[in-house]
């Protein structure tokens, strides 16, 4: 019996360990949750800038990289991580070769990357850790790593009441009183997403979406929306459902919005 327990054990910890470099790399990561907090309480000068990392599978078997501000921000892939054991090499997305690798080893919960080469500066100018959860990276400046959360995406209806303004109610008002729009993408580290009405002039809205997780206090984890209008970052209003939630909706009366997790659009 305890023979049988040691194996269960192993098998365990083998399938937790399972996952490689390249399969946790593999996605979108975003540092936005991390500006903001610390853009919140000051906690450090200079402060960081924003990123978000774009690491899309190619047939191949290589991860094409994009770094850009934000989601919104549509840039081509500037370089092509490929694979060796534990070993990754950094090329550009042409095959030219870029004198930077990363040795990759175990550790709890996921792996870490030593850098080596004078290219991996610009790219990694510090020790790598990725996980299921997050992409961390080094700084010369000794500031805290760059924290990169994994992003989800989400796909959202979003219905405006033509003619209408915060605190209106939309009594009286019909199905055709409304302007009405599918399959806006939007993802769940900050990512914001702009609505146009059809009206003239087109009135705008946009939405946020955060999936948060406090620093600091007694406030739960929690996946919050926001509504906001044009030239204010406060929000009109926001709605919070649990950490994980797959779905999130707001009834403002004159706008309503509903958000679902849809996996496979990650790259829209």
């Known amino acids: 019996m305890r023979f049988i327990a040691i194996l269960l054990g192993l098998i365990a910890t083998q399938g937790a360990s399972a996952e490689t470099p390249r399969s946790l790399l593999a996605g979108r990561f975003d540092n936005e949750l991390q500006v903001f907090f610390e853009t919140e309480q000051k906690a450090e000068a200079p402060l960081r800038a924003r990123q978000h990392w774009s690491l899309r599978p190619a047939d191949d078997g290589r991860l094409l990289l994009s770094r850009s501000p934000d989601a919104e921000t549509r840039v081509e892939p500037a370089f092509a991580l490929r694979f060796e054991g534990d070993m990754m090499r950094v090329a550009r997305p042409d095959g030219t070769a ?3 690798i990363v040795r990759w080893t175990r550790t709890e919960g996921g792996h870490a990357g ?18 299921a959860e997050v992409l961390e990276i080094g700084r010369p400046d000794g500031l805290k790593p760059d924290q990169l959360r994994r992003v989800r995406p989400f796909s959202c209806w979003v219905a405006v009441l033509r003619g209408a303004g915060h605190g209106d109610q939309g009594v009286g008002a019909k199905d055709s009183d409304w302007f009405f729009t599918r399959d806006v993408w939007l993802h769940d580290q900050g990512g914001v997403a702009i609505v146009r009405t059809d009206e003239s002039p087109a009135r705008e809205l946009r939405l946020r979406l955060r999936r948060v997780a406090w620093p600091s206090g007694p406030n739960r984890p929690s996946l919050t929306l926001y509504v906001l209008e044009p030239g204010n970052e406060r929000a009109v209003s926001y709605a919070w459902g649990e950490f994980d939630a797959g779905r999130l ?7 309503q919005a509903s958000c ?9």
Request: aromatic fraction near 8%; proline fraction near 11%; charged fraction near 20%.
């Open 98 to 100: 870029v004198d930077c």
């Open 114 to 131: 030593e850098p080596q080469g004078k290219a991996c500066a610009a790219l990694f100018p510090g020790p790598l850790r990725v996980t």
């Open 249 to 255: 909706g707001i009834n403002l009366r004159w706008m």
């Open 260 to 268: 679902t997790h849809v996996s496979e659009r990650l790259w829209p």
